[in-house]
């Protein structure tokens, strides 16, 4: 593989290379330091995996509305303070957030889409090409499903477990642990004396982070190919494209860490290599690698431990959240600038978007932040 690497401390800093900004984001929590901690004492487990290693509570987290404009934040508003707010859409009039085992659906009023198998949901994305299904990834059972958004009939279910992907680790001694949601499976592991954890009561039985097979982290439609399912596979440190019909899954990135939000750039692929420090643009074969780990700003505590949770591409750049720097990075690719736009050192950004829901949709938000927390 060719990898051209390019490092964001070596561009011109430049607050004019970009317009005002409107986004929408989700906050996980307002806790980001007990976040930081829990990774890294995952530096001290065998398995070397990073994520919770046991069950925790739920965090309040929060959805805010955010303006930047030339290097500075100059509007905020937290509308609304949900559990654990991760996935976040908004195309074709409809406005779609996730709240840790449920997503809301908003346009003229607000639909809750609930599935058994729904745990940890970390996106959420609204079909691009006639909005009328949408992707919801079950990050906590390595899943994902697609639903009808009318009729919340679900049309599609992969899970990774069933689809050569079911390996878990235990993170205390780092041996394997084979994953199954089938008594008929898990009773073939028990005959061999493999070890195994069988999921069969999704709405009481969890899997810890570290625990998870592929944790499959992002799932949004492929643009370039209405049968493509593009996903990022957390523990693979890879971007893979499903076929939703065929079944074939194609490497479209790999040889990361930790990654975010694999998604289209025109016509290569795009995902944080989240633990690496990098954005990667490109393919499985040729590479750009956008590296952070060289800029300033990070806390003495962190030493080498980089985190870029997610970018997506935004009127010719990229937008990502540096949650080390607690900082929104833009940069421009092909004129080697960037800029640095510094949020609440408290949050723990997830995901954005680009766009400004209606003031009604905006209301029924807040409704479900003083209903549903």
Known sequence: ???????????????????????????????????????LKTK???????????????????VAKITIEKGEIVNCEIVAKLKEPRGID?????????????VFIINEDIKVLHDPWFSYIHTVDINPYDFSSILVSSSGFDAFF?????????????????????????????????LTRKPEIAASFKNKNVPYILINDPQKQVLPTAKRAAFINSVVYDTKNTENIIATFFH??????????????????????????????????????????????????????YTFSSLAGKPDMLSDFEWI??????????????SNRNSFVIIQPENKQVDFVSFDSNWAVQDL?????????????RKIGAEYR
Request: hydrophobic fraction near 30%; proline fraction near 2%.
């Open 1 to 39: 593989m060719s990898k051209q690497y390019k490092n964001l401390a070596d561009f011109e800093v430049n607050q004019n290379f970009y317009s005002r900004i409107s986004l929408m984001v989700t906050i996980k929590s307002f806790d980001l330091q007990s976040i930081r901690n829990r990774y």
């Open 44 to 62: 001290d487990k065998k398995s070397k995996r990073i994520g919770s290693t046991e069950r925790r509570g739920i965090d309040v987290g929060g």
């Open 90 to 102: 908004y195309k074709g009039g409809v406005l779609s957030i996730s709240s840790e085992n449920q």
């Open 146 to 178: 697609e639903y009808d958004i009318k009729s919340f009939h679900k049309t599609f279910e992969w899970f990774a477990w069933e689809n050569g992907f079911d390996k878990g680790v235990d993170p205390e001694t780092g041996e394997e642990i084979y």
């Open 236 to 289: 693979e440190g890879a971007v893979y494209a499903i076929h939703k019909t065929k079944g074939t899954i194609e490497l479209c990135l790999d040889e990361m860490q930790s990654p975010h939000g694999g998604s289209r750039y025109y016509n290569k692929f795009m995902a944080t290599n989240t633990k690496g420090g990098e954005v990667v643009i490109g393919n499985s074969k040729d590479q750009d690698r």
């Open 309 to 322: 949770q997610n970018a997506i591409q935004l009127d010719g750049n990229i937008i990502a959240i540096d």
């Open 353 to 365: 978007i680009q766009a400004k829901p209606s003031t009604e949709q905006i209301e029924l938000l």
